[in-house]
């Protein structure tokens, strides 16, 4: 049976349990169950490499294995994109409020140097004082 197995390209466990379900009459000899060929070529598994539907098929097979393995990897990848657009995401709200807080301080002392301008020159130094001591604290 291992012989027939590689032979047909099948593991051995693959090929025992088709014999255990009785898709090939085999023969026991010395104990051993032994699968004549014609039982394999009547299922199809015994091709000769140079076989063109044999060839063929390995061919598609072997893109199928390859496709598969480019799929498995899809879940990593994603998983990939989606935690660094999340720290993208992150890095862009943290810059937005960083700029919000910047304007506002901006247009808070535009709104003092302008009420400097228009106060009289003890008002003014008032201000000045005030500003000072609410930076130094």
């Known amino acids: 049976m291992r012989e027939a197995a590689e032979a047909c390209g099948l593991s051995y466990e693959a090929m025992r349990t088709r014999v255990d379900r009785g898709q090939f009459q085999v023969v026991k000899r010395d104990g051993t169950r032994r699968i004549p060929e014609i039982e394999l070529e009547k299922a199809g598994l015994l091709g000769g490499p140079s076989d063109p539907e044999v060839v063929e098929l390995r061919a598609e097979n072997a893109e199928l294995r390859q496709e598969l393995q480019t799929m498995r990897a899809l879940p990593a990848?994603?998983?990939?994109?989606?935690?660094?657009?999340?720290?993208?995401?992150?890095?862009?709200?943290?810059?937005?409020?960083?700029?919000?807080?910047?304007?506002?301080?901006?247009?808070?002392?535009?709104?003092?140097?302008?009420?400097?301008?228009?106060?009289?020159?003890?008002?003014?130094?008032?201000?000045?004082?005030?500003?000072?001591?609410?930076?130094?604290?």
Not at 96 to 112: D, F, G, I, Y
Not at 116 to 129: M, N, S
Request: glycine fraction near 2%.
């Open 77 to 137: 990848q994603v998983e990939q994109e989606r935690e660094s657009r999340e720290r993208v995401e992150e890095a862009f709200h943290r810059e937005r409020a960083e700029k919000q807080t910047a304007n506002q301080t901006a247009e808070e002392l535009r709104a003092q140097l302008e009420e400097i301008a228009i106060a009289g020159p003890i008002r003014a130094f008032k201000l000045r004082r005030r500003l000072r001591a609410e930076r130094a604290a």
